[in-house]
């Protein structure tokens, strides 16, 4: 549950990354290792306040 | 066979083996808080313990096993039994050695040998032998590996694994560096052209990740799926996103992250060695910080040689039981705690009490287990053994210690456990900022990195921003701060053990550092607490003989101090009165006795003047012995005083030295007695202190360090660990004072094994000198962190077009961690001042001055 709402809203931060680039001049090469790179931080970031998120709210 | 047992303990150290940060901790009091039937977890990482508070019983193998899923271990010790099993004898081990607690396994090994492992802090090699023997085997002892022998091999593994990993590191990274190098520095002269092939240092860099920096991702794996981060998570993140680019632009160099000039081989090398070579070190130094604990531990004797039926047989020292007669020669150690039977020596007790000087030992007197007899051969009655002796006590409560967390540890405990995912949620800011803004703002094509090579050229944002964010990354140090204060921390209280003076907690360490009055207790703390009789005196018509009498009728069942020298001194000239037929003790006051119809008190002025008896004819004399302070007990039968007796109290020889030290440090110093004021006073003008709580009785002890508290004042109360207890817990720092051998029965916050008052001394000293290295520790770390982060984020790159590369970032946060180490590792062979200048006072005569 946690990982799986981790996963998406990590998913979300490098879309939204990649949505930012659209208005720039940027190579698609660019864009998907940016987005992976924010998404893998953003990760890192989040899976332990969802964790807590989701533990608070399962009792 | 394998075979685990429950235990039902309360409360539990566990030594656990593989921790290198404040992470690691988190991660471990995690794991360690899942098991069921743990309700409390304390690790600290500074003595690699683990303290559990248990609710229900749990079994050693579960929090085994919880340490090692988190990624590191718990060492046990081993012992290899012969056990040959008697008729009747139960056929399962499990049945003979009957659920013992702190088994964790039991297996067969070769040539009928079994391999039992268990835990030392719960139970002990005597404790299996004799369950064993008690379940029908005979048992011969193989072979016996103890959890410290244990942890050591642990210790000298990784850090002969780092070693390995670091010289791995240190090739591949050499030629890693020559080949991304050749073109410049007039490299291509030396240095062969295949070497700088992309694919080349591919297959260089390939060996590095699998090898030297496999640990990082294995731990951060390890930890992710524990739902933790740590260092690890920083390191592979660095490493690996380095790597991947490197990798990336290597195969496909038009996909925009920079192409063949920008690939990160170096960086990823680089980033590798430097972080190996700081676990290397820690590891290193790490073992050195615990050394002093380590070397009480190795005090633990390991063989005794004890008289049974008029023999002398050698056993292990475990296996020593109360009553048993022990034989230790010249040069041996004391096996157990004990008391000397037969025979004159002289017993260095320098590592247990700290007491400088061998101790001359005759029949009658007590003897430390773990002390060297430097002199003649003696017999000694055991009296504690196993976790009982006082070396076990000590080593305990050092133990408890280290592991109690010093309230200034919250704030870097609470940086540390937050500062892995901030600085993530750091290096995404950076990452975002550059690569949007920064980059077109700010960005140079000639501008380079600090201690680079070569320039920036045509790095694009996205190489850019990147190179920024993996900085941050790995720049970044939350060890430093997470080992700041526990790593001082025990190496302080490491040091005080073994001087004798035991911290009950960090925080007792704090709090000590932060005294502004200290009070003693009069009696058996700055004075011997043995009393003589030093004058009779008998009012008109009475004999001094008839007071003495009387005096001592009173105090036949008294155990005061006071009383023994009545008696003694009535002894002395031939009296013998008998039993009285009434006893009471009324505390701070004096007693009250009947015998045949006569009632008689004995006691100071306050009982005088509460029972109306008329003391005014001596009042003269009393006066005048007050002034030179004696301590007085009128005599009174039928409620018609008869005489006093005069008492005193000789001060001990340090007593002068401890009170001027504190005062010289800008201590107040107070005496708390139970004596009249003037009696007081002139013993107090006499030790140079100025400030007298006098007539405060037992009870009203706790309230008067009160009061002084309620002016504001952070009080530490001197006394006797029993006697003085509740004043001692009200005190902001108890210390109890001489506890000899019943340690863990004291109370207060610091305990002293000798009964000097210099080891008060000796105790503030060495709270000032922790608190000192654990300041620098934290104003270094938190410095390090708050200049190196800005800086590897770029803030200074827009003034001087130069940037902190991956590389670099990884020396500086491997030598800040350092530093934190050796900062505290350089408090080993510290001595406290006062045991300095104490030996100096004893080594030469008095000058004129001390003498005045």
């Known amino acids: 549950m946690a990982w799986g709402l981790t996963l998406l809203l990590a998913l979300m931060a490098a879309g939204a990354f990649i949505l930012a680039t659209l208005a720039g001049d940027y190579g698609w090469g660019v864009r998907v290792g940016g987005a992976a790179w924010v998404g893998f931080l953003s990760s890192i970031v989040l899976s332990p306040i969802v964790a807590s998120f989701v533990h608070k709210r399962g009792r | ?852």
């Open chain 2, 1 to 852: 066979m394998i075979e685990c047992y429950r235990m039902g303990q309360q409360k539990l150290s566990v030594p656990i083996v593989g921790m290198t940060c404040a992470a690691c901790v988190a991660r471990v009091e995690r794991a360690l808080r899942r098991v069921p039937g743990v309700a409390d977890v304390t690790v600290h990482l500074g003595s690699s313990q683990a303290t559990l508070v248990l609710e229900d019983e749990v079994s050693i193998l579960e929090i085994q096993q919880a340490v090692k899923d988190a990624g590191y271990d718990v060492p046990v010790a081993t012992v290899r039994l012969l056990a040959t099993r008697a008729a009747g004898a139960p056929e399962s081990l499990q049945e003979a050695l009957g659920f013992l607690p702190g088994v964790v396994r039991v297996e067969a090994g070769p040539k009928g040998e079994i391999l039992v492992s268990y835990l030392e802090q719960v139970t002990s090699l005597a404790a299996i032998k004799r369950a064993l023997r008690e379940g029908g085997y005979q048992v011969a002892q193989a072979g016996e590996e103890t959890a410290l022998e244990q942890e050591r091999r642990a210790h000298q593994e990784e850090i002969r694994r780092q070693w390995l990993n670091l010289l791995m590191a240190a090739i591949l990274a050499l030629f890693v560096m020559l080949g991304s190098f050749r073109d410049l520095w007039g490299l291509e002269r030396i240095v062969p052209a295949p070497l700088a092939n992309k694919w080349v240092l591919f297959g260089l860099t390939v060996p590095l990740m699998v090898g030297p920096a496999r640990q990082f991702f294995v731990q951060s794996f390890k930890g992710m799926r524990q739902g933790a981060v740590d260092m690890n998570l920083l390191y592979a993140t660095g490493i690996g996103a380095a790597f991947l680019i490197a990798v990336i632009n290597t195969a496909w160099p038009e996909a925009g992250f920079g192409g063949e000039d920008l690939v990160f081989y170096e960086s990823a090398a680089f980033l590798t060695l430097f972080i190996v070579l700081g676990r290397y070190l820690e590891a290193l130094t790490r073992g050195r910080t615990s050394e002093a604990v380590r070397r009480l531990l190795e005090l633990r004797p390991r063989r005794a040689r004890i008289v049974r039926e008029g023999e002398e047989v050698e056993i292990p020292a475990d296996e020593v039981e109360v009553g048993d007669i022990c034989l230790v020669r010249p040069g041996e150690a004391v096996p157990v705690d004990g008391v000397v039977v037969e025979g004159f020596s002289a017993v260095d007790e320098s590592l247990v009490t700290g007491e400088s000087v061998p101790v001359e030992k005759a029949p009658g007197d007590t003897v430390i287990g773990g002390t060297i007899n430097r002199m003649g051969a003696f017999k000694m009655r055991a009296t504690h053994v196993g976790s009982e002796t006082t070396l076990a006590q000590i080593i305990r409560l050092v133990e408890e210690a280290q592991a109690r967390r010093a309230p200034i540890q919250r704030l870097a405990d609470w940086v540390a456990g937050h500062f892995i995912l901030g600085v993530h949620a750091l290096a995404i800011f950076v990452f975002l900022f550059w690569f949007f803004w920064g980059y077109g703002q700010w960005f140079q094509p000639q501008s380079r990195l600090l201690l680079g090579a070569g320039e920036m050229g045509q790095m694009g944002a996205f190489g850019f921003a990147f190179l920024m964010s993996v900085t941050v990354l790995v720049i970044s140090c939350p060890c430093a701060v997470g080992l700041a204060t526990p790593a001082a921390v025990m190496a302080g209280s490491g040091i005080a053990a073994t001087n004798g003076i035991l911290f009950r907690g960090a925080d007792a360490v704090e709090m000590a550092s932060r005294l502004d009055t200290v009070v003693f207790d009069k009696t058996g703390t700055l004075t011997m607490g043995r009393p003589v009789l030093t004058r009779t005196l008998a009012l008109a018509g009475r004999g001094e003989e008839e007071v003495l009498w009387w005096a001592s009728l009173a105090e036949r069942r008294s155990e005061h101090p006071l009383a023994q020298a009545v008696i003694e001194a009535a002894r002395a000239q031939n009296l013998d009165p008998p039993e009285p037929e009434m006893f009471q003790a009324l505390p701070g006051l004096g007693v009250e006795a009947s015998w045949q119809g006569h009632s008689v008190l004995l006691g100071n002025r306050s009982l005088m003047a509460q029972r109306q008896v008329d003391i005014s004819p001596l009042e003269g004399e009393a006066g005048q012995l007050e002034e030179e302070g004696h301590t007085l007990l009128f005599v009174a039968v039928d409620g018609r005083a008869l005489g006093l007796l005069a008492a005193s109290d000789a001060i001990k020889p340090t007593s002068h030295l401890a009170i001027r030290e504190l005062k010289a440090m800008g201590l107040r110093v107070a005496m708390l007695t139970g004596d009249n004021r003037r009696t007081a006073t002139a013993v107090a003008l006499r030790l140079g202190i100025d400030e007298v709580l006098a007539e405060v009785k037992p009870e009203e002890k706790a309230r008067t360090i009160q009061q002084l508290q309620s002016q504001g004042r952070r009080v530490a109360m001197v006394g006797d660990g029993i006697n003085d207890a509740p004043a001692l817990a009200q005190a902001d720092v108890g210390i109890a004072l001489g506890s000899g051998t019943d340690i863990a029965k004291e109370a207060g916050h610091i305990i002293l094994v000798r009964d000097d008052p210099l080891d008060v001394v000796a105790a503030v000293q060495t709270a000032h000198f922790t608190m000192r290295k654990v300041k620098q520790n934290l104003l270094w770390a938190f410095a390090y962190n708050t200049v190196a982060i800005p800086v590897a984020a770029g803030v200074l790159y827009p003034l001087t077009g130069r940037l902190v590369g991956p590389e670099v970032a990884a020396l500086l946060m491997a030598l800040s961690s350092l530093s934190v180490s050796l900062n505290s590792a350089s408090m080993r062979g510290w001595r406290p001042p006062v045991r300095r200048k104490e030996t100096e006072v004893t080594a030469r005569p008095a000058t004129a001055q001390e003498v005045a």
